[in-house]
C-alpha cells in the first residue's frame, strides 16, 4: 500500500471511488509523523497495517490538512489506534461543531441539500461507508496556531497553513530535510456543490508564498507526486486568467 518516495517518506496512492486521499508516512530518528488522518476507520486501519507490514515503526502523531471529510474523519480510530492527531485552530473550530452532527442516510441528504456537505461528496461517502451511521467526527488531540515545527529526530515536519484557493483552513506539511511538501488539497479549486471554482487572487498568493519555500516534490491530496516546477507553472497559469 505504502510507496517509498525518499529515504524518510513514504505515501499511498489516492483512491478516486472513494475519494481517498494519498497520505503519508515521514520517518525520524525518535519518530514518525503521518500525513492526512484519513477518511474512515477502514482507511486508517490499511494504512497502519502497510506500515507494519514495511518494518516501520508506527507514527506517534498524525496530521489533517483542513477539515473536509476524506482528511479527517479518521481521527476517531488513530485516538482508538494511540496515535494523536493535531490540526489547525481553524480546522478544529469546524470539527469541534461537526462532533455534534448526528449520521444517517437519510441526515447525508439533508447535510447535501443544507450545503453542509458538498454534493461532489455524497457518492464517495456512500461508497467508503456500508453504514453511514458510523460516520465519527471528532476534534483533534493537539491544536496550534498558525505554524508547528514538529522534530522527529534528524527529520522535522513543519506543519502550516497557507494561502490557497480551496479552503480557508488550508494547512500543508513541510519536510525540509527531505524537499516534500503534503499538500492535502491546497491546489485544489474551492468546492461548491459539485462545481470546481477558481479564484486567481488566490492562487496568486499561494504562488508568492510557495516561490520562497525551499522544496523540489509535491505531494498533492488526490494527484501524484509531481516536482515543484509543474506545481508552479500550473499555479502561474491560474493566476494570469
Not at 529515504?7 to 500525513?35: C, H, K, Q, W
Not at 490557497?164 to 483552513?169: A, I, R, S, V
Not at 511538501?181 to 459539485?194: I, M, S, T, W, Y
Request: proline share 5%; hydrophobic share 35%.
Amino acid at each position: 500500500m505504502l510507496k517509498k518516495l525518499t529515504e524518510n517518506i513514504f505515501y499511498t496512492e489516492p483512491d478516486e471511488a472513494t475519494d481517498r486521499p494519498a497520505m503519508g508516512y515521514i520517518r525520524g530518528e525518535r519518530f514518525s509523523l503521518m500525513a492526512e488522518c484519513g477518511n474512515s476507520p477502514k482507511t486508517v486501519k490499511a494504512f497502519l497495517s502497510g506500515v507494519s507490514e514495511l518494518g516501520l515503526k508506527k507514527p506517534v502523531m498524525a496530521c489533517a490538512t483542513h477539515c473536509h471529510w476524506d482528511h479527517c474523519f479518521g481521527m476517531g480510530e488513530l485516538k482508538r489506534q494511540g496515535v494523536l492527531t493535531v490540526c489547525s485552530d481553524k480546522t478544529n473550530e469546524i470539527l469541534k461543531d461537526m462532533s455534534g452532527w448526528k449520521w444517517s442516510a437519510e441526515l447525508l441528504e439533508r447535510y447535501v441539500e443544507e450545503d453542509k456537505i458538498p454534493l461532489f461528496c455524497r457518492e464517495h461517502i456512500i461508497n467508503e461507508y456500508q453504514n453511514i451511521g458510523d460516520i465519527e467526527v471528532c476534534p483533534a488531540d493537539i491544536v496550534y496556531h498558525g505554524e508547528m515545527r514538529v522534530d522527529l529526530g534528524g527529520i522535522s515536519c513543519v506543519l502550516m497553513a497557507i494561502p490557497n484557493p480551496h479552503t480557508e483552513d488550508g494547512t500543508v506539511i513541510y519536510v525540509p530535510e527531505e524537499g516534500v511538501v503534503f499538500f492535502g488539497d491546497c491546489v485544489c479549486e474551492e468546492l461548491v456543490r459539485d462545481q470546481w471554482v477558481d479564484n486567481p487572487k488566490k492562487a496568486a498568493e499561494m504562488y508568492a508564498f510557495l516561490d520562497g519555500l525551499d522544496f523540489s516534490t509535491a505531494v498533492e491530496g488526490h494527484f501524484p507526486p509531481r516536482p515543484k516546477s509543474e506545481l508552479m507553472k500550473e499555479l502561474k497559469e491560474r493566476m494570469e486568467k
